[in-house]
């Protein structure tokens, strides 16, 4: 089995910052993709940002410029470092991870609980 573990979200206001991690572990052969994904309150899901197993980032036009994400592949850890944050960013923040388990040729998404970001003064 894999676990993602996020951790990082807070209470911030306007205009700050906060650091996001997801450590993945388990039974885990390789890890493709790695990303972030956010849900606020009665909206969608949607894609925050996404880092390949080479290092290609992709971006929501809305974070551009102010979320940068990276990885660190020995520790199986993606982060997110979100900058000039605004109350729009308030959302629960889930990781994602595409994995090919040990015991198995196929990948799999794997998703973590969530940590919840709030922008407010």
């Known amino acids: 089995q894999v676990q993602l573990v996020e951790s990082g979200g807070g209470l911030v206001q306007p205009g700050g910052s906060l650091r996001l991690s997801c450590a993945a572990s388990g039974s885990i052969f390789r890890i493709n993709d790695m990303g972030w994904y956010r849900q606020a309150p009665g909206k969608q899901r949607e894609l925050v940002a996404v880092i390949t197993s080479g290092g290609s980032t992709n971006y929501a036009d809305s974070v551009k410029g102010r979320f940068t994400i990276s990885r660190d592949y020995a520790k199986n850890t993606v982060y997110l470092q979100m900058n000039s944050l605004k109350p729009e960013d308030t959302a629960v923040y889930y990781c994602?991870?595409?994995?090919?388990?040990?015991?198995?040729?196929?990948?799999?998404?794997?998703r973590g609980q969530g940590t919840q970001v709030t922008v407010s003064s």
């Open positions: 994602n991870a595409e994995v090919v388990p040990t015991t198995s040729w196929w990948s799999t998404n794997f």
